[in-house]
C-alpha cells in the first residue's frame, strides 16, 4: 500500500492562502490519480480536486477557480493551491493515491487541519 503524508495545513483568515502538500512512497504505479478529500464537522466527506498521472484534473463545483491542483512528478508529491478560502473550506483535508486508477486500490493519508476563520 502506498504511504501518504500530508503537510501544509493550518489556520488563516477568509481571503487568504494555504498550499496543501502529499507525498507518496512505496509501490507508487505507473497509472494513479491522486487527489484530495476533505471532512468537516457534522458533513459528509466530499471530493475536492485530482490529478492524473498525465496531469488530467477535476475539480469539485465548490472549488472551481479558487483552488488548483499540481504535482512534481519527481518528487512524487502533489499539491493544493487555495486561495480565497472562506470558513466553509473548514475541514480536515485528505490526501488519496489509486493505484492503477481504481478507487478499489485507495490509499488514504492522515490528513492534515485546515481553519478559515477570523
Known amino acids: 500500500q502506498v504511504q501518504l503524508v500530508e503537510s501544509g495545513g493550518g489556520l488563516v483568515q477568509p481571503g487568504g492562502s494555504l498550499r496543501l502538500s502529499c507525498r507518496a512512497s512505496?509501490?507508487?504505479?505507473?497509472?494513479?490519480?491522486m487527489g484530495w478529500y476533505r471532512h468537516a464537522p457534522d458533513s459528509q466527506r466530499e471530493f475536492v480536486a485530482s490529478?492524473?498521472?498525465?496531469?488530467?484534473?477535476n475539480y469539485a463545483d465548490s472549488v472551481k477557480g479558487r483552488f488548483t491542483i499540481s504535482r512534481d512528478n519527481a518528487k512524487n508529491t502533489i499539491y493544493l493551491q487555495m486561495n480565497s478560502l472562506q470558513p466553509e473550506d473548514t475541514a480536515r483535508y485528505y490526501c488519496?493515491?489509486?493505484?492503477?486508477?481504481?478507487?478499489?486500490?485507495?490509499?488514504w493519508g492522515q490528513g492534515t487541519q485546515v481553519t478559515v476563520s477570523s
Open positions: 488519496i493515491f489509486d493505484r492503477d486508477g481504481s478507487s478499489l486500490l485507495r490509499s
Open positions: 512505496g509501490g507508487i504505479s505507473r497509472w494513479y490519480i
Open positions: 490529478i492524473t498521472n498525465q496531469d488530467k484534473t
